[in-house]
């Protein structure tokens, strides 16, 4: 992890968790961790993922959250995006009793 900057936080609604996309890479990748300017409501953080789907009609989304969920040993369902439905920057939170693994 970069520094010691979080790429999530607990909320009363579960845990809400910063990503920074990269769809259309060659092979899914989670990590590394990386320092983000401050922005109001979100972590200090974002933790990189990379999905092998463009990013067409939200596919990649649904490619992150099937990769959140596997990394995370949640289901899918568990998992919304919140915010950044067309960014690279997005928000997700988890509905369940999640521990974050180490990157």
Do not use: C, H, Y
């Amino acid at each position: 992890m970069t520094g010691t900057a979080k790429f999530w936080e607990d909320t009363p609604a579960g845990v809400s968790l910063a990503v920074k996309a990269q769809p259309g890479a060659k092979r899914v990748a989670i990590g590394p961790v990386l320092e983000a300017v401050p922005v109001p409501g979100w972590p200090p953080a974002r933790l990189k993922i990379a999905v092998a789907v463009p990013p067409e009609e939200g596919k990649a989304n649904a490619a992150i959250i099937k990769a959140l969920a596997g990394w995370l040993g949640v289901k899918s369902s568990a998992i919304t995006l919140v915010a950044g439905q067309t960014s690279r920057e997005k928000r997700f939170l988890i509905m369940a009793p999640v521990r974050i693994p180490a990157i």
